[in-house]
């Protein structure tokens, strides 16, 4: 079954140490308020990337919700997909994996044992790859047992079960006055690079079965994105209207690249996401002077949203997005 080779999977990276920002009440968030951040783009390359963006729908600057409102409630989830749209998110952002039996389900990791209670639920399968758990056995398990932030507006308490694609997508939809785009990653096995195209070609299957892609203004409903130039590849070459990201990291980690804009643009890429620490005012120039938008991750602070908004930066992830909408 081709669903097995999904077992080597693997997750992208830990977090880095963020600081932390007090929370604020839903009820009182208005409108976007973005101020002017620092010297506004002027250079041709900066201005024509912008007109494609608009084109395509995407907001300028993008707020992309990692895993949703992932410091106020458990990432990935209902609560934190519904609360990051509630904060007023542009995308909401997650990673996909097949499951034994075919189904997209929202988790980073490659396995089900930091996010949720699969060790009490299965001991011996705990630290299996989700390919070897159907959907039936993933249904049984709590995806907020491993929670260990903060309750209020957010979350509350109590279970939240593992979604699947299908799930996200209801929730960006089922909010009054709210309608977030999606922003899903094809998570890439290390071992098996080429795994990952049969996956870019399941979530484009299934965007197109749920009508999130029509061949206009589709960056508004969603982005693509993925660390393997081949997935995104793929992928363009079934939803070419659909904007895609080529992820990148510094050569700290395994799936780095020495020439991402180039690997980018061999690969059809609209956008390249490099993370915070690779995304100087030289790295986002030269990826604007090659026709790509930049979108950062994953970036918390409002001084450092604020800095990279100044530089020219396009969007960027946050596991806060509340505090995105009070940038000075």
């Not at 299965?122 to 989700?130: G, M």
Request: net charge neutral; charged share 20%; aromatic share 8%.
């Amino acid at each position: 079954m081709k669903a097995l080779l999904w077992f080597f999977l693997v997750a992208g990276g830990a977090r880095a140490a963020e600081p932390e920002i007090a929370p604020i009440s839903i009820s009182d968030l208005g409108g976007r308020t973005f101020a002017p951040a620092g010297v506004p783009v002027q250079s041709p390359a900066a201005n024509a990337v912008r007109q494609r963006l608009a084109q395509w729908g995407v907001p300028v600057p993008a707020v992309i919700a990692h895993r949703g409102a992932s410091a106020y409630a458990p990432e990935a989830t209902e609560p934190s997909l519904r609360c990051a749209a509630l904060m007023g998110a542009d995308y909401l952002e997650f990673d996909l994996h097949l499951s034994r039996d075919g189904v997209l389900v929202l988790n980073h990791d490659d396995t089900f044992e930091r996010t949720t209670d699969v060790r009490a639920k299965f001991p011996a399968k705990a630290r299996s790859p989700i390919g070897e758990f159907t959907w039936p056995e993933i249904q049984r398990l709590d995806a907020a047992a491993a929670y260990r932030g903060p309750a209020g507006d957010c979350y509350a308490g109590g279970p939240a079960r593992v979604l699947r694609l299908e799930d996200a997508m209801r929730i960006a939809r089922s909010i009054a006055g709210r309608s977030p785009g999606i922003y899903p990653e094809a998570k890439v096995p290390k071992a098996h690079p080429e795994f990952a195209v049969p996956l870019a070609d399941a979530i484009a299957h299934a965007l197109k079965s749920n009508g999130w892609i029509s061949g206009s203004g589709d960056g508004r409903r969603v982005i693509f994105q993925s660390v393997s130039a081949e997935a995104v590849a793929r992928f363009k070459a079934s939803a070419p209207s659909v904007p895609a990201t080529l992820l990148y990291s510094p050569p700290i980690l395994a799936f780095s690249r020495p020439d991402p804009i180039g690997a980018a643009r061999r690969a059809h890429a609209d956008l390249i996401g490099p993370r915070v620490n690779a995304a100087s005012g030289t790295f986002i120039e030269q990826a604007h002077e090659a026709g790509l938008a930049v979108h950062v991750w994953t970036v918390d602070d409002p001084p450092t949203q604020s800095s990279l908004l100044a530089a020219g930066a396009d969007g960027f992830f946050t596991n806060r997005p509340d505090a995105a909408r009070r940038i000075p």
